[in-house]
Nanobody, 127 residues
């Protein structure tokens, strides 16, 4: 099991930037892909971005492509989500989660493929 703690959320004006962090402890974090999801009030949890265990491959939702960047530092057991050009529709609680299987070659966008969810960090973008 991996324990994940998200941080870095906050209130920002439209067009601003935030960097979220997902810090991990527990089983060998560097062996697993990690994804960011978000959930706005009254909406389903949606995929934002994912990064392969090695950091060599990334995947993004169309809604954030070109604005968000996912990265990881396996020495620090941390995955980051750099969010630029934020929009009010980016407002949500952001969660990170770990792939169920190690050394995966596929980056999934379905929440069911991930486990060990963090508690989330709130991002609010004002217009």
């Amino acid at each position: 099991q991996v324990q994940l703690v998200e941080s870095g959320g906050g209130l920002v004006q439209a067009g601003g930037s935030l960097r979220l962090s997902c810090a991990a402890s527990g089983r060998t974090f560097s062996r697993y892909a990690v994804a960011w999801f978000r959930q706005a009030p009254g909406k389903e949890r949606e995929f934002v971005a994912a990064i392969r265990w090695s950091g060599s491959t990334t995947s993004y939702a169309d809604s954030v492509k070109g604005r968000f960047t996912i990265s990881r530092d396996n020495d620090k057991n941390t995955v980051y989500l750099q969010m630029n050009s934020l929009k009010p529709e980016d407002t949500a609680v952001y969660y990170c989660a770990v792939d169920r299987l190690p050394y995966g070659s596929t980056l999934y966008s379905a929440p069911i493929k991930y486990e060990d969810w963090g508690q989330g960090t709130q991002v609010t973008v004002s217009s």
